[in-house]
């Protein structure tokens, strides 16, 4: 099974100020059909079901604002908010579409500083 | 709207089976896999299989074999989960994903608590 590890496991950043979420795989995760990696990033607020970001590592999802940002390949991935907004605190999980079975990072919560 | 909705919470005994529903709508039923991921209180999320729409043909985590079944009715775009022997620790939030690839579309999650 591929292991998928995030860091941290949680973070504090203020109003505006950057964050970063990485993860990382226990293999590569590119899917040389494509070209691309499968890497998937996920938000998930309090009684609420996970909502996809972005997918192939660096693709953002029809309607998620530009401030969230994927890159990486291979084995190591980032998930940017370049400019953090209340709305924003959620726990985010990476997830390693490439094969079954399907995994995911332990998940990264993001708090307002 | 494609969208999709599950089945109501449910509490039941150790031991006991439960099954959970997914009703697709506003999409191609059969034209999609869909996934079941569990997260327990607190916890992450844990996949656990997928079911074929289209054929019927599932394949599930290896911790889960022999525990899950995972069917479908084309008839009325739903599939089910069925998860027996339960303990305690399948306390959880059951959702279902749709997959293209990646999961774009989840239903609003099912919660089975298990209690004696």
């Known amino acids: 099974d591929i292991v998928m590890t995030q860091s941290p496991d949680s973070l504090a950043v203020s109003l505006g100020e950057r964050a970063t979420i990485n993860c990382k795989s226990s293999?590569?995760?590119?899917?040389?059909?494509?070209?691309?990696?499968?890497l998937a990033w996920y938000q998930q607020k309090p009684g609420q079901p996970p909502k996809l970001l972005i997918y192939?590592?660096?693709a953002r999802q029809s309607g998620v604002p530009d401030r969230f940002t994927g890159s990486g390949s291979g084995t190591d991935f980032t998930l940017t908010i370049s400019s953090l907004q209340a709305e924003d605190v959620a726990v985010y999980y990476c997830?390693?579409?490439?094969?079954?079975?399907?995994?995911f990072g332990q998940g990264t919560r993001v708090e307002v500083k | 709207q494609v969208q999709l909705v599950q089945s109501g919470a449910e509490v039941k005994k150790p031991g006991a089976s439960v099954k959970v529903s997914c009703k697709a709508s506003?999409?191609?039923?059969?034209?999609?896999?869909l996934h079941w991921v569990r997260q327990a209180p607190g916890q992450g999320l844990e996949w656990m299989g997928w079911?074929?729409?289209?054929?019927?043909?599932?394949n599930s985590a290896q911790r889960f074999q022999g525990r899950v079944t995972m069917t479908r009715d084309t008839s009325i775009s739903t599939v089910y989960m069925e998860l027996s022997g339960l303990t305690s620790d399948d306390t959880a939030l059951y959702y279902c994903?749709?997959?293209?690839?990646?999961?774009?579309?989840w239903g609003q999650g099912s919660l089975v608590t298990v209690s004696s």
């Open positions: 994903a749709r997959d293209v690839y990646y999961f774009d579309l």
């Open positions: 997830h390693q579409h490439y094969t079954t079975p399907r995994t």
């Open positions: 293999q590569s995760v590119f899917y040389s059909p494509f070209n691309k990696n499968s």
């Open positions: 192939w590592a660096s």
């Open positions: 506003g999409y191609t039923f059969t034209g999609y896999y």
């Open positions: 079911i074929n729409p289209r054929n019927g043909d599932t």
